[in-house]
């Protein structure tokens, strides 16, 4: 092995040394000063086009009575 392989090694070395932060735990008072996290509000017509549409409904409701009864 060269002396490339040792400059390889330290370098990974190192990067194992550098951890990254830790997870935020549920309930801890650390998070407590976080502002939550909030999506922006969905326009009527954004909610509307998330409904399923009556036909829709009607469509998977026959789709399900047809398929047969599991034993």
């Known amino acids: 092995m060269g002396p490339g392989a040792d400059s ?3 370098a990974s070395a ?5 951890r990254p932060p830790p997870l935020p ?3 801890a008072a ?6 939550p996290f909030a999506l922006p509000p969905l326009s009527p ?3 509307a086009a ?6 829709m409904l ?3 409701r026959r789709g ?5 009864d599991a034993d």
């Open 8 to 10: 390889s090694a330290s």
């Open 14 to 18: 190192s990067a194992f040394a550098e």
């Open 25 to 27: 735990v549920r309930g």
């Open 30 to 35: 650390s998070s407590a000063s976080a502002p």
């Open 45 to 47: 017509e954004q909610l």
């Open 50 to 55: 998330d409904q399923p549409s009556l036909d």
């Open 58 to 60: 009607r469509r998977v």
């Open 64 to 68: 399900l009575g047809a398929l047969p």
